[in-house]
């Protein structure tokens, strides 16, 4: 069983920045990838960022250039750095792993609780 717990969300001003947290049981980095999705009221849950067993790094076009995910592997935990934030990026972002290379929402096997996150005008 995979646990993962998120932190680092809150409500920030338009242009400031976050850096969420992820903290995860285990040595699971070579086995999963993981990724940061976010869901806002009304919509679907949405890839933002993920990284693969590799490395190897992917982004939504929405936040390219202004957000950054990464990994620290003696702390078991990623992160998600958001700069210039804007409004429409507000959502309840989540964390999550999966043995499949896959960023399919559904295909995910693993999910954090969530973190949200406000970005006021």
């Known amino acids: 069983q995979v646990q993962l717990v998120e932190s680092g969300g809150g409500l920030v001003q338009v242009g400031g920045s976050l850096r969420l947290s992820c903290v995860t049981s285990?040595?699971?980095?070579?086995?999963?990838?993981l990724g940061w999705y976010r869901q806002a009221p009304g919509k679907q849950r949405e890839l933002v960022a993920g990284?693969?067993?590799?490395?190897?790094?992917i982004y939504a076009t929405a936040v390219t250039d202004r957000f950054t995910i990464s990994r620290d592997n003696a702390k078991s935990t990623i992160y998600l750095q958001m700069n210039s934030l804007k409004p429409e990026d507000t959502a309840i972002y989540y964390c999550?792993?999966?043995?499949?290379?896959?960023?399919?929402?559904?295909?995910?096997?693993?999910w954090g609780q969530g973190t949200q996150v406000t970005v006021s005008s």
């Open positions: 999550s792993a999966a043995v499949a290379s896959t960023w399919d929402p559904s295909a995910r096997d693993y």
């Open positions: 285990g040595s699971i980095f070579s086995r999963y990838t």
């Open positions: 990284i693969n067993r590799s490395g190897s790094l």
